[in-house]
């Protein structure tokens, strides 16, 4: 799948996220990403991140690890 | 009391309609009938199965009192009072045959027979024509009145009695494509002129000229019912006791001798209505008056277009090839399956078990939808099942069930009856909800308020003797904004319930949001910049929603299909939380449902992350009871989406696709995208009812049924589950579900696994309820009985759910979500400085592969562009232009049409039609939750035009070339 668009909709999820309160924005970002995407997109975009992690929203970043 | 009512016909006009006050006593023709305070004598003496001659008055209709012929005695009081008008009283003495009444009906009739063609062997409505039946009732046997030789007029009589042209004889307007208008026939009974304005709302008929001289007539001076307000919605036609409003299939085919009871297989409102035939020909479709969705009502689409079921177009053969370069093969069922099945098994073998996929219709039925994603899970062993629910409420059923704990509507339809202010956010109801649309108005008419949200100016704004107060014509884009700010004057102001907050919300949680939503960036003020929503005028509708009693928010795709669809839909949810408005009639949070059964399909797990009944793939609990009834392990990962699977499809992960009803080429966003995703498949099995946009890249197609054809459910938007009974034989020789499964069938020999063996949908019915919570007590035993039943239908609630959350929300509190607006990427510039928008209109339905082909193309030939004058002059366009739409995506070019209910800077079109393909221009964008793309905003630029852009003419082009059918081999 285009890294470009996992980017973007992870970024998008995580825009959301981040307006939430609580301090478990990470965890929640990474709770959609597993509840709603595939394992071959979470990898694709794992593996997309192991070289552009610029591109990624910081929330991303850190649930990353969590999907 | 009269005691022998049953088996009165139960669809027995009773004159006039039901009442709902304390029990009245009375005698009717020595009989004791008790009923309702405010119930006519008429109706009172048809409940006690003594039907009294009527001719101008219908249980659909307020009563009129104009025929004269259902005059009674009534003891102690002077002459002869019409029964539909008078209201019964304790005690009365009603004698509905004396000698007098029996004199003066027999007068009246006389005088109506008089001026009336006596052609009745030869009529359309010979056997279903009140005044034929009336005649007969009151015994008229002889007409006494003579005209003198020397010329005198009747209306149906072209030449008068002295051989001159009579002028009172008008010919029949035929100018609707379903049904005539014989102004010969017509008795002046006014009842399709009240049904116009009572029933549907559209005040398009009127008497003109008075006594002698009064005539029904459509629209103004110089029009015919084409050309007046008519919608087409056949209620004047069903009200019309003669033959003077005539369907055309009737006049063609005769009149019907059997009938089933069946639902819609358009619209989510779901209306039902009456398949009436001569053998297995159908001859109309008539609304069933006892239909709880639409009580009596229909609208164009589900009432007159049902003529693609028959259309030349329609496949009925399966077809092959093995790739779309080549021609179509007509072949055998098995052959087809054969074919299918082992290209689909191979595809696994070679590329993985999660390398094919499906995709469930909503325009097909529970039980078939259900079969679509047990054929992902049990045959393909994964959670590639996708809806085209994707693409319109998705984020209904992730922004509901965050902030209400489950997906979907909370009212049925009845409760806008009840409700005070109703909002219409991002929703067309006239043209997408048509039936619905027309409680709505009633209602406003009634005196309810009414606040519409919407970057047009759409219909309901000012329809016939209505008006809106409020009309927020905000920026594509930017619901979020505007419904926070609704919020923000409402908690500012202090205007919010707080006894229901603190009862059924989360206390916290609510405060919170308070303080996100109080921020003076969320005031009417500081978002008008971003919105264009003047701050006064949104500051008095938040005021009138909060405090003018119930308040009941519709929405549709206008709130779905944005990059903030989910968000939206959590805004209104938190509206309807801080104003008190869930949990009982008249109020709530209401999605206008796209199609039939896009409820039906999202309740059924055709979601790749969701078991039927909303529950997550990643639950072992769920996951075990499908285990065990299927016999089969279940993946506890999501599967792809719609949007998922073609972008894996482009990157060569994703090869074989089982299409069920739905046209993703035309329907999904980005055109070039879906075609080059259908492209990159081995296998696409289409299965539908013609060569659709999406069958122009595929390998198999299966000739489905149409919804006459079939027996199986339709949930709509109001959870209501409705029978669909097979009214004739499959055309194409199977059943959708059974095809789907001959096709599991075929592949689980392959694989060894166990066989289904359905012999009918209400065992996979069966199938559902006994693995669904919410749909426990639901069978098609029940749905005998009861006609219909809302779920959740279960231990808790036998009778079904008209209401949602009555006593406490499905997640227990409710929960107020924080929604902070956020631009869409989309945005317009330089080179693409217009916004365009996309709806539906009354008369084509989606992607109008059943509209087109029917009558209805007479309102709607072609997409058109909607362009504002001054955005319009500054590029040289006028009326009719060809004009090319541009985006980022692509470009296509359509005509225009110059308006102001667009504001500048907003352009607006269909998606009816595939030679526009408004699809080339929306984008890849979409909900940030569920991927339901944001088809509602998109940056275009038009400009002048001289015709189809090179990619129209390169599209048809593929298309005729990829529609090629070989003969069949002999």
Same mark, same amino acid.
């Given at each position: 799948m285009s890294p470009d668009k996992l980017t973007r909709m992870a970024n998008q999820i995580a825009t959301f996220f981040r307006t939430q309160p609580g301090p478990d924005q990470a965890e929640r970002v990474a709770g959609h990403l597993n509840d709603y995407w595939g394992p071959e997109m979470r990898a694709e975009l794992k593996a997309h991140a192991e070289a552009h992690a610029d591109e990624l929203d910081d929330l991303v970043k850190r649930a990353l690890p969590l999907i | 009391m009269k005691d022998f009512i049953i088996p009165w016909d139960d669809d027995r006009d009773m004159g006039t309609r039901a009442a709902t006050g304390a029990p009245v006593t009375l005698s009717i023709d020595g009989f004791e009938v008790t009923v309702p305070e405010g119930t006519s004598v008429m109706r009172a003496a048809a409940l006690a199965g003594i039907a009294v001659p009527k001719l101008c008055a219908t249980d659909s209709l307020e009563a009129f009192g104009s025929c004269r012929l259902c005059v009674v005695e009534i003891e102690g009081r002077r002459g002869t009072p019409a029964s539909c008008t008078t209201p019964v009283g304790p005690g009365m003495v009603v004698r509905t045959q004396s000698e007098m009444v029996k004199s003066v009906r027999k007068g009246v009739m006389e005088l109506y027979i008089s001026d009336h063609p006596l052609d009745c062997l030869t009529c359309?409505?010979?056997?279903?024509?009140e005044l034929q039946d009336m005649a007969g009732v009151v015994g008229l046997r002889d007409v006494r009145y003579e005209a003198p030789e020397e010329g005198m007029r009747t209306h149906f009589a072209t030449r008068d009695t002295a051989g001159g042209l009579n002028p009172e004889w008008l010919p029949k307007d035929d100018s609707n494509p379903y049904f005539t208008y014989d102004p010969a026939k017509c008795i002046v009974c006014s009842r399709c002129v009240r049904a116009c304005e009572e !029933?549907? =709302?559209?005040?398009?008929?009127t008497i003109e000229g008075r006594g002698f001289e009064s005539r029904v007539s459509a629209g103004g001076v110089g029009d015919d019912f084409l050309t007046?307000?008519? !919608?087409?919605?056949g209620a004047c036609v069903q009200a019309c006791p003669t033959a003077t409003l005539q369907e055309k299939s009737v006049i063609e085919l005769g009149t019907p001798t059997r009938s089933v009871i069946t639902t819609c297989a358009y619209c989510g409102v779901g209306c039902s209505f009456k398949a009436e035939l001569n053998g297995d020909e159908l001859v109309r479709m008539v609304p069933y008056k006892h239909g709880a969705a639409n009580r009596g009502h229909s609208c164009v689409k589900g009432r007159f277009a049902y003529g693609y079921a028959t259309h030349s177009d329609r496949i009925l053969n399966p077809m092959i090839r093995d790739t779309i370069e080549e021609p179509w093969r007509e072949v055998s069922w098995d052959e087809a399956i054969g074919f299918a099945a082992a290209k689909m098994r191979g595809i696994q073998q070679r590329h993985g078990r999660k390398s094919v996929g499906v995709i469930t219709s909503s325009r097909c039925t529970n039980e078939e939808t259900y079969l679509v994603q047990k054929m992902a899970r049990a045959v393909f062993l994964n959670n590639n099942t996708d809806t085209c629910?994707?693409?319109?409420h998705s984020p209904t059923g992730y922004g509901l069930g965050q902030t209400f704990g489950t997906s979907a509507g909370t009212q049925n339809f009845d409760s806008v009856m009840q409700a005070d202010v109703v909002v219409v956010i991002g929703a067309n109801p006239t043209d997408g909800h048509p039936v619905f649309a027309s409680r709505l108005k009633k209602r406003l008419r009634q005196g309810a308020k009414l606040i519409v949200i919407d970057p047009r100016r759409i219909d309901m704004v000012r329809p016939a003797h209505i008006e809106a107060s /409020? /009309?927020? $014509?905000?920026? $594509? =884009?930017?619901n979020v904004a505007v419904v926070s700010a609704l919020a923000n004057v409402i908690v500012t102001e202090k205007l919010y319930d707080e006894a229901f907050i603190r009862a059924r919300c989360d206390w916290d949680e609510f405060q919170e949001y308070a303080e996100f939503v109080s921020d003076v960036r969320h005031s009417p003020e500081m978002t008008e910049i971003l919105t264009g929503v003047p701050a006064e005028e949104l500051r008095a509708a938040a005021r009138l929603f909060a405090t003018g009693g119930n308040g009941a928010i519709y929405y549709g795709l206008g709130v779905t299909e944005h990059s903030q669809g989910s968000t939206t839909v959590m805004g209104i949810a938190n509206l309807a939380m801080l104003t008190g408005n869930?949990?009982?009639? =008249? !109020?709530g949070v209401n999605p206008l449902r796209g199609q039939n059964n896009v409820q039906g399909a999202c309740d059924m797990g055709s979601f790749p992350h969701e078991l039927p009944g909303y529950r997550h793939v990643k639950g072992a609990e769920a996951r075990a009871i499908f285990e065990s009834a299927w016999g089969v392990e279940i993946d506890p990962e999501p599967g792809l989406r719609i949007p998922n699977m073609l972008d894996a499809a482009v990157s060569g992960s994703f090869k074989g696709l089982y299409c069920q009803g739905e046209d993703i080429l035309q329907s999904d966003p980005d055109t070039r995208h879906v075609a080059a995703g259908l492209a990159a498949m081995e296998c696409v099995i289409v299965h539908d009812l013609f060569l659709n946009e999406t069958a122009n890249y595929a390998h198999v197609f299966l000739p489905g049924s149409t919804f006459l054809e079939k027996d199986g459910t339709f949930t709509n938007a109001e959870r209501r589950i409705n029978r669909v009974r097979k009214v004739m034989a499959p055309r194409n020789g199977y059943a959708d579900w059974e095809i789907t499964q001959l096709l599991a069938n075929a592949i689980l020999k392959e694989t060894g696994g166990a066989g289904w063996h359905y012999t009918h949908p209400a065992q996979i019915m069966e199938e559902i309820a006994a693995t669904t919570p919410g749909f426990a007590h639901v069978d098609y035993a029940l749905l005998e009985e009861r006609g219909s039943v809302q779920w959740p239908c279960n231990d808790d609630a036998p009778d079904g759910s008209p209401i949602m959350h009555v006593d406490g929300f499905v997640r227990g509190k409710g929960r107020f979500m924080i929604t902070e607006y956020v631009a869409t990427e989309e945005r317009t510039g330089p080179r693409f400085p217009l916004l365009l928008t996309t709806g539906r209109i009354l008369s084509q339905y989606n992607v109008g592969a059943q509209t087109r082909r029917t009558d209805n193309t007479i309102w709607h030939a072609e997409d058109v562009l909607e362009i504002h004058p001054h955005d319009a002059e500054v590029r040289g366009i006028t009326e009719g232009s060809w004009v090319k739409l541009a985006s980022r995506s692509g470009e296509t070019s359509l005509r225009a049409h110059l308006t102001d209910r667009v504001s500048p800077g907003v352009v607006y079109t269909t998606f009816h039609h595939p030679d526009t393909q408004a699809n080339v221009i929306t984008t890849d964008f979409s909900d940030w939750a569920t991927n339901c793309p944001e088809y509602k905003v998109t940056a275009v630029q038009v400009g002048l035009s001289n015709g189809p852009t090179a990619w129209q003419e390169a599209y048809e082009a593929q298309a005729e070339h990829s529609r090629r059918i070989l003969p069949a081999a002999e």
């Open positions: - | 359309a409505a010979n056997g279903d024509c !029933v549907q =709302g559209t005040f398009a008929l007046s307000d008519c !919608v087409s919605c629910a994707r693409v319109c /409020h /009309h927020l $014509p905000l920026r $594509p =884009g930017t869930i949990g009982r009639e =008249g !109020v």
